[in-house]
């Protein structure tokens, strides 16, 4: 199975050493960064890239549930910058990322 999936906003991962699934939306532009991490099923993950339209894998990427949220752009957000509402999630998204990045 591939570990790795990617389209122009998002990408998704697959740990084979935890058999766990992530995905990662990120829009960046002039006004600033949006990222958003979640938490996937394997159902989900197989399902990523089968669309023609990446909005229909992002749609379907935020069926999973969300771990990490990140907003910083020009039009502001009310509260703090960053809210994990997953910890241990997002740690171990971050770990694979950094693994299939050696």
């Known amino acids: 199975m591939k570990t ?9 991962y697959y740990d084979p050493y935890t058999e766990r699934y992530f995905a990662e939306i990120m829009y960046t532009s002039r006004e600033g960064r949006e990222q ?7 159902d989900i993950y197989a399902r990523l890239g089968t669309f023609k339209d ?13 771990s990490y949220s990140f907003e ?3 039009y502001g957000t009310l509260g703090p910058e960053r809210t994990v509402w997953d910890d241990e999630a997002h740690e171990a998204m971050r770990e694979l990322e950094r693994k299939n990045s050696i």
């Not at 790795?4 to 998704?12: H, I, L, V």
């Not at 958003?36 to 394997?42: L, N, V």
């Open 54 to 66: 990446d909005i229909e894998n992002e749609r379907l990427i935020k069926e999973g549930k969300m």
């Open 36 to 42: 958003y991490d979640y938490e996937i099923t394997k």
């Open 72 to 74: 910083n752009t020009m």
């Open 4 to 12: 790795k999936k990617q389209g122009n906003n998002w990408t998704a």
